[in-house]
């Protein structure tokens, strides 16, 4: 009975992570495509007035996409690399955690709610003004880097 369910833990186990690898390493590929393409710094730039809005860089506009795209756990990767290479402060990072933790995975979140019945726009609507309006707040009361270890001991 004990190999079974040990059979059965691994080869959920692996099979999760050969999805993941899957999703991964084509994100990460492609990150580093748009990167050496130009294309990175557009998407940025078209992001940019969301995160002015917020006080953060610009830079911090292409993991907002992807978080809000794919999801935190698929775009983790790609939002530590672009904090790590784009030296992104940590003011943005938080403020970038706290939009995505109301609104990530719009697409894939949006077409489940909406199979059983919800109303896709008005969910999809929903979340990002309340994404927003939390980090719009939230961006006004961490003003640096003393406010957020302040607010983190708190």
């Given amino acids: 009975m004990l190999t079974i369910i040990l059979k059965e833990a691994l080869l959920g186990s692996f099979s999760s992570i050969k999805n993941i ?4 390493i084509p994100i990460m590929i492609a990150m580093e495509i748009l990167k050496d393409s ?8 078209l992001f940019s007035p969301l995160v002015k809005i917020f006080g953060m860089k610009k830079e911090s506009g292409f993991p907002l ?11 983790a990767g790609v939002i530590f690399e672009t904090a ?4 992104l402060p940590e003011r943005d990072l938080y403020l970038l955690t706290y939009f995505l933790v109301a609104c990530h995975a719009i697409i894939e979140d ?3 709610f909406t199979a059983i019945g ?4 008005l969910l999809l609507i929903t979340r ?3 994404a927003s309006l939390f980090t719009f707040l939230a961006s006004r009361i961490i003003k640096d880097k003393n406010k957020i270890k302040m607010s983190a001991e708190v």
Avoid: R, W
């Fill in 21 to 24: 690898i899957m999703i991964v």
């Fill in 38 to 45: 130009g294309i990175f710094e557009k998407i940025a730039d």
């Fill in 65 to 75: 996409v992807i978080g809000i795209l794919i999801g935190i756990s698929y775009g």
């Fill in 84 to 87: 790590k290479q784009e030296n």
């Fill in 110 to 112: 949006t077409a489940i």
């Fill in 118 to 121: 919800a109303n896709g726009a």
């Fill in 128 to 130: 990002l003004f309340v």
